[in-house]
């Protein structure tokens, strides 16, 4: 079946932008994460989703970014006001539930390249 | 100090040794322990799991947990060059990365 799929694949945004990264979880999962990946820095947590709520955003970086998902599908990263810090990868996962060991399932993320 | 620590290497061996990769961890609360493994331009995929302090076994992968320590490990043997990725620890409770330990395996 699909796994997680993640749009766009890369962005080149000029400082100071805004921008939007897709993530669509595979069908059926409850709980959806977002992840930056520095290089060097591994992944760092920004926001988990239970349905459409957002019960633990603490790792979102500054109030620039914001996420929302919508249906208990499909969610949607913002980053207003892009800064140069901001490049990274950007990686959802999902997963079935909200058992502690279920499998997370990462997308292939959204490079962002911030100039 | 950062909840998980662990060495970004890059750690570089010849094919068929013995790897070891390790984290440590400073929140006591944290339960589940997992590896992850990551290969170039591709998203995590969860390599193994384990819940209580000891050894878990999975063909040729072996992970270890000393809560005591709080320390783990991830033991590779008879390392394949297709085992190069990065390789990262997580735990739970909430989920925490380590940095990811970047191994090359030379043929």
């Known amino acids: ?115 | 100090q950062k909840e998980v620590e662990q060495d970004p290497g890059p750690l570089s061996v010849p094919e068929g040794a013995i790897v070891s990769l390790n984290c440590t961890y400073s929140n006591s609360a944290f339960q589940y322990f997992m590896w992850y493994r990551q290969y170039s331009r591709k998203g995590p995929e969860l390599l193994m799991y384990t819940y209580s302090s000891g050894n878990k076994e999975d063909g040729r992968f072996t992970a270890q947990v000393d809560k005591s320590s709080k320390y783990i490990s991830l033991f590779i043997r008879d390392s394949q060059p297709s085992d190069s990725a990065t390789y990262l620890c997580a735990m739970s409770g909430d989920m925490r990365f380590g940095a990811g330990t970047r191994l090359t395996v030379k043929p």
């Open chain 1, 1 to 115: 079946g699909a796994g997680v799929s993640q749009s766009p694949s890369n962005k080149v945004t000029e400082k100071g932008k805004d921008v939007e990264l897709r993530c669509d979880p595979i069908s059926g999962h409850t709980a959806l994460y977002w992840y930056r990946q520095s290089l060097g820095q591994g992944l760092e947590f920004l926001i988990y989703f239970q349905g459409n709520s957002a019960p633990d955003k603490s790792g979102l970086p500054s109030d620039r970014f914001s996420a929302e998902r919508t249906g208990g599908s499909v969610s949607t990263l913002t980053i207003q006001r892009t800064q140069q810090e901001d490049s990274a990868v950007y990686l959802c996962a999902s997963r079935p539930g909200t058992g502690v060991v279920d499998t997370q399932y990462f997308g292939p993320g959204t490079r962002l390249t911030v100039l």
